[in-house]
């Protein structure tokens, strides 16, 4: 062997050195999990669930990060800049993916910056109405709107958002003509509905529960693939007759792109663990979010379909970019 070759394999282990070093003394410090979105929520409380199971596997403390705000710009930019060495994660969701059309310039791209982990769990949006409205089934409100264009009126929060863009997906696949008001947030919008300030509502199931359970509202229709194990009697849209619509909520992990692979595969393997645990589980049923773990390459799939979908609703909606 030439002494140049023998100098280039030498180079290229050097070099190696650091990635495997640091592959095998992951993780060497507390581990911070940012979340675009207040304390209390549905995403900050599966965050919190997961947290502290990882902190006893991983024998290090897992804090949460709540950085709310601009849509969770500034949550994904602090994880894009931060070292790429597993102990910062950024919480990703379909809000994640429907911010990469929302925004002109983002500081970050959405699909190259960040090594997605795992999936965490999803969770059901809902058609609502008030109890006492006319519309006893999703049918009947959407006779009511191809009968009457335009008359309708359907709330969610604020435009850009995941229920927002859901309204707008399902306006289109109905083919009906109806108001979309947004609300700034879901105490708003079920304010909005009690009042008979609009005639429905596409929201988060989770905050509606307790309406729904309690009379206040009434639930036409849950918007995922299967009917909500909370609502086992309430059928899907699909099943109502709008083929094709189906739209759910999802969180998951995913760390600086250049993080090293056997990082991210030993992340992997304790977040599935964590999920697997049967009061894990239970916590995010509570929370209703079916625990549902996935490979990386899962995850980041979802994440490039989930961009694209929302980027194509966001189009066809005339949302225009901020």
């Not at 229920?163 to 003509?177: H, M, P, R, S």
């Not at 304010?191 to 509606?208: D, F, N, S, Y």
């Not at 990082?263 to 509570?286: H, P, T, Y």
Request: a positive charge; hydrophobic letters at 45%; glycine letters at 8%.
């Amino acid at each position: 062997m030439s002494k140049t070759i023998r100098f280039l394999l030498l180079c290229g282990a050097i070099l190696m050195l650091p990635l495997g070093s640091m592959a095998q003394t992951f993780p060497s410090k507390p581990l911070r999990i940012v979340v675009p979105f207040g304390a209390g929520g549905v995403a900050d409380l599966t965050a919190r669930t997961v947290a502290q199971k990882l902190s006893e596997s991983l024998g290090q403390s897992v804090v949460v990060d709540n950085r709310p705000g601009a849509g969770g710009v500034v949550a994904g930019d602090a994880v894009a800049k931060a070292e790429a060495d597993g102990h910062t994660l950024l919480l990703i969701s379909n809000g994640t993916a429907v911010s990469a059309g929302l925004f002109k310039n983002l500081p970050y791209d959405t699909l190259r910056d960040f090594a997605p982990v795992s999936t965490l769990g999803f969770f059901d949006l809902a058609i609502v109405t008030p109890a006492d409205s006319p519309f006893k089934t999703l049918g009947d409100l959407l006779a009511y709107a191809k009968a009457n264009p335009g008359k309708l009126n359907i709330a969610s929060i604020n435009i850009g958002s995941t229920q927002n863009l859901a309204a707008e997906l399902f306006k289109t696949t109905a083919g009906i003509d109806v108001q979309i008001v947004p609300y700034n947030g879901s105490p708003a919008v079920i304010t909005a509905l009690r009042g008979k300030q609009v005639h429905a509502a596409v929201e988060i199931l989770a905050p509606l529960l307790s309406q729904i359970n309690s009379g206040a509202l009434r639930a036409l229709a849950v918007t995922g693939a299967a009917r909500a194990s909370v609502l086992p009697d309430v059928p899907t849209a699909k099943e109502s007759g709008v083929v094709g619509f189906v739209a759910s909520s999802w969180n998951g992990l995913a760390v600086p792109a250049k993080t090293p692979k056997a990082v991210i595969e030993r992340l992997n393997r304790d977040v599935v663990a964590a999920l697997n645990g049967a009061d894990v589980k239970k916590r995010l049923r509570d929370l209703n979010v079916d625990a549902q773990s996935s490979t990386p390459e899962q995850a980041a799939e979802l994440l490039r379909s989930e961009t694209k979908r929302w980027g194509d609703v966001i189009i066809r909606a005339k949302i225009a970019p901020q």
